[in-house]
């Protein structure tokens, strides 16, 4: 696969609809992506945060991308979540999915999103790369996630990629970017780390990180699930992605009301995983089954004050959520 652009600003880190017996759920699938093209910059599939990863086998992987990739339509790039619980396990899961790839002839962008130290430890990081890219080419963006690497049965010495060991693997072609959650101090050795890469980026993967100390090249956000047209708004406001504004005023009057919605809709759903917006969702008729691989949690008075703010913030706003 030859080496592709990143995407710079709004990546979605995007809910799996899926149907009662475990199958993707096509039209919910196809509505919500509809839904998400306009304002995303790429979208995240099967991740191990919204996308119930962990909980997804590599068969309901493979039908996820293919079913994706129809309706993208190269239209935006798409990342999927590769990792699975031995280096085995995730070389055969992206075989699989670059065999699909292959059937489809898909010619948009795609990127293998990959947590290592879910399976693997720094050492010998970039032999493992150069396997795993022979296999399916140059487009591996990495995850360093300390809180998911601790909450495995049996977690790995290190939490974090080391600042070392990333240096040496940005020095590879095949990877192009980072998704990051830590410390700043982390961040900021890491940004040093891969200075020599002009075109390696660094995406915050906590929303709450990114609206205050912005990174320069994206975040991936749960919140773009309900709320695009804010987040959009948020990310390019941010990163400065629209140059000069010719309307300044309305321009800052949209930023501070999408700044408002998103922050305030965080505070409704902080603490709560994918089933909360999958409820959410299905509420407004997006998705069929609010159901989850690994069980459901929700809570009735929450989703209601989220579908309130959403119905607010359309009312009164030129965006459209």
């Avoid at 022979?134 to 939490?159: H, M, T, V």
């Avoid at 005023?249 to 917006?277: C, K, S, T, V, W």
Wanted: net charge neutral; proline share 5%; charged share 25%.
């Amino acid at each position: 696969m030859a080496a592709m652009q990143l995407p710079k600003g709004l990546i979605v880190d995007m809910i799996t609809p899926l149907l009662k017996d475990g199958g993707i759920d096509s039209q919910g699938l196809e509505r919500h992506i509809k839904a998400l093209i306009p304002h995303a910059q790429a979208i995240f599939i099967a991740g191990p945060y919204m996308g119930e990863g962990t909980d997804l086998v590599p068969l309901q992987r493979e039908e996820l991308l293919h079913k994706t990739l129809l309706v993208v339509q190269s239209r935006i790039p798409v990342l999927v979540w590769i990792s699975m619980t031995t280096a085995e396990e995730t070389r055969d899961a992206l075989i699989l999915m670059r065999k699909r790839l292959e059937a489809l002839k898909y010619a948009g962008p795609v990127f293998w999103v990959d947590t290592p130290l879910c399976y693997h430890s720094n050492r010998g990081l970039e032999d493992h790369y150069n396997a795993l890219s022979s296999i399916a080419g140059g487009n591996f963006i990495l995850i360093n996630d300390p809180d998911q690497i601790r909450r495995k049965e049996q977690p790995l010495k290190r939490l974090n990629i080391r600042t070392s060991i990333l240096k040496g693997l940005a020095s590879l072609e095949a990877i192009r970017g980072l998704i990051y959650l830590g410390s700043l101090d982390r961040a900021y050795n890491y940004r040093k780390a891969v200075r020599s890469r002009g075109d390696f980026m660094i995406y915050d993967g906590d929303e709450s990180h990114f609206i205050e100390h912005p990174s320069l090249n994206g975040v991936l956000s749960r919140g773009a699930n309900l709320a695009p047209a804010a987040w959009k708004t948020i990310t390019a406001s941010s990163l400065n992605l629209n140059g000069d504004l010719e309307d300044y005023p309305d321009r800052m009057r949209q930023i501070l009301n999408a700044g408002r919605h998103a922050n305030e809709l965080r505070d409704i759903y902080r603490g709560y995983g994918p089933g909360f917006f999958k409820q959410v969702l299905s509420e407004i008729g997006r998705i069929e089954y609010a159901g989850m691989s690994g069980g459901s949690e929700k809570d009735a008075g929450d989703v209601r004050s989220a579908l309130e703010l959403m119905e607010r913030y359309r009312a009164c706003s030129p965006l459209r959520a």
